[in-house]
Nanobody, 116 residues
């Protein structure tokens, strides 16, 4: 059964940090997938936050560059998103994504709220 299970969301004050985790159970080897984090704020479209490919090359949306870091642990089939210097505009539901050619999977999402 294919599963992407996110964890680590919550309420944090502006300037704080959170680390999101996504544990994957996929139909092909985890190492083959490009893994990404997306987010969707209320009333807005889902947007790409960060992506890391099988070579561990990472790309980020300009709004999070220098503050967020995506990483993967292939032995644990897990991808992480370290979020520092959080801002209220980072508030959203964060989704894990896995892509390998025509295969694409989504997690159920985890809420991140940045507020004082």
């Amino acid at each position: 059964q294919v599963q992407l299970v996110e964890s680590g969301g919550g309420l944090v004050q502006p300037g704080g940090s959170l680390r999101l985790s996504c544990a994957a159970s996929l139909t092909a080897s985890f190492t083959l997938y490009t893994m990404g984090w997306y987010r969707q704020a209320p009333g807005k479209q889902r947007e790409l936050v960060a992506v890391i490919d099988r070579s561990r090359d990472a790309n980020y949306d300009d709004s999070v560059k220098g503050r967020f870091t995506i990483s993967r642990d292939n032995a644990k089939s897990t991808v992480y998103l370290q979020m520092n210097s959080l801002k209220p505009e980072d508030t959203a539901v964060y989704y894990c994504n896995a892509v390998y050619f025509s295969l694409q999977y989504w997690g159920q999402g985890t809420q991140v709220t940045v507020s004082s």
